[in-house]
């Protein structure tokens, strides 16, 4: 685990399962759908029981880089911020500002639902391809710059689902701080 004090407020990385994680608001990389998929998305669904796809019904989609709230069911989180992270194809088709954007937008609803304590996966870099070592640098920047200009929100929490996606937001991190 890595721990690093941001203004006010806490950014951590650590190895393990979001569906877990006793934040306010864990985060889905949702596709735009917000429908329900594989990877990070089925997990949640399956440990959060049928009433996240009943708010995530209503909703009708969400576009890339843009994001929205549903309860988080059975879920110790008592949220779930869906988010739709950038399919990877190449690196010029501005992924690296939509990946922002899914972070950024994240974090700004968790500040309008004043929620404290937010959980993150490795946003698009399963299904979607993004190469991890791009990927971390992108989210972890822009969850620093939001703790910059913003103390609503107390912690962020990586949750890296094995250590090869630990490592990449580790030695991102390091290079970041530095
Ligand atoms: P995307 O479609 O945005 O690429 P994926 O769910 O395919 O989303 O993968 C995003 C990341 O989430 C990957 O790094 C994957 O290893 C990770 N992941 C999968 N299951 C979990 C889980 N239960 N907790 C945290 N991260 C997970």
């Known amino acids: 685990m890595v721990k690093v004090t941001i203004n006010k407020s806490i950014l951590e990385l650590i190895e393990g399962d979001i569906t877990e994680q006793e934040t ?8 735009s ?15 959060g029981g049928t009433k996240i796809l009943e708010e995530c019904r209503k ?19 008592k949220y779930v911020i869906h988010t739709v992270g950038p399919v990877y194809s ?20 968790a500040s309008q639902f004043k929620l404290k304590r937010v959980a993150f996966p490795s946003i698009s870099t399963g299904a979607y391809g993004y190469p991890l070592d791009d990927a971390a640098t992108v989210a972890l920047k822009t969850a ?15 949750v890296l689902f094995g250590q090869k996606a630990y490592q990449a937001y580790d030695r991102a991190l390091q290079e970041l701080v530095k």
């Open 24 to 31: 306010d608001a864990i985060v889905n990389a949702a596709n």
């Open 33 to 47: 759908s917000l429908l329900g998929g594989g990877g990070v998305d089925g997990a949640i669904h399956r440990a």
């Open 59 to 77: 909703l009708g989609g969400c576009p890339t880089g843009e994001a929205r709230i549903t309860t988080g069911g059975n879920l110790k989180a």
């Open 90 to 109: 190449g690196g010029k088709k501005r992924e690296a500002e939509l990946l922002a954007n899914a972070y950024k937008n994240s974090l700004s609803l």
């Open 144 to 158: 620093i710059n939001y703790l910059k200009t913003h103390t609503d929100v107390e912690l962020v929490r990586f």
